[in-house]
């Protein structure tokens, strides 16, 4: 665990640690923006499950106001022209997670009050729940995209990190239960805490390690 810590430490102190500050301020405005806008990052990060985070960022780009208005035929027939994986069953749930911005505001309103009886826990159960296409990953995802620093995108690179130094042994699938999902997130919010970064800082940091890029 030693040598993870002195990596991350190396990283903070190079353009690598600037870059990630600079990221998380961009995650941060994206909170503060119409619903939308925030809609639209949700849209993102269901197109990132099974997916390339690289291409989801280019169709996002490339569909814009897209994700709010196109009917799901056209939705499914631009996503394919673009090239995603899963262009009709990811514009399926994206038409019907529309269906619930009403919701999505609410919630969004009742976390921005910090209230103790509502979290980001509480909200990433709901959007787990409510929202077809999403998994703790990827409402994980979409909450830290919009400013939320105190949950983990657990997905294969950070596990293939995790794993590479012995933190965890690698789970034999892709994808994660529930308990499963918790259990590692504790890991790495110890990691989190030893290092002092937040969740979000550290996703940054060790997806860096294992891919090179700082994305979103």
């Known amino acids: 665990m030693g040598q993870l810590y002195k990596s991350i430490k190396q990283l903070k102190l190079n353009d690598v640690g600037k870059l990630i500050v600079s990221r998380l301020n961009e995650f941060s405005l994206l909170g503060k923006r119409n619903i939308n806008e925030t809609f639209k990052e949700l849209c993102f990060c269901i197109m990132t499950a099974n997916f390339q985070a690289e291409k989801s960022i280019f169709i996002q780009k490339e569909i814009g106001d897209g994700f709010l208005n196109l009917s799901e035929k056209k939705l499914a027939e631009k996503l394919k022209k673009l090239g995603h994986r899963f262009p009709n069953t990811r514009a399926k749930y994206i038409c019907e997670a529309r269906k619930f911005k009403d919701e999505l505001t609410e919630n969004l309103n009742k976390l921005n009050k910090h209230s103790k009886q509502y979290n980001e826990f509480k909200f990433r159960e ?87 890029k700082v994305l979103k």
């Open 126 to 212: 709901w959007l787990v729940e409510n929202i077809k296409g999403i998994g703790y990953k990827e409402a994980s995802h979409f909450l830290r995209n919009i400013g939320y620093t105190n949950i983990a995108i657990i997905d294969f690179h950070i596990i293939d990190v995790l794993a590479k130094y012995n933190l965890i042994e690698k789970p034999k699938s892709k994808s994660l239960p529930r308990k499963k999902y918790i259990e590692i997130e504790k890991v790495l919010r110890k990691i989190g805490e030893k290092a002092d970064l937040n969740l979000a800082e550290l996703d940054l940091y060790l997806w860096y390690m294992e891919t090179g």
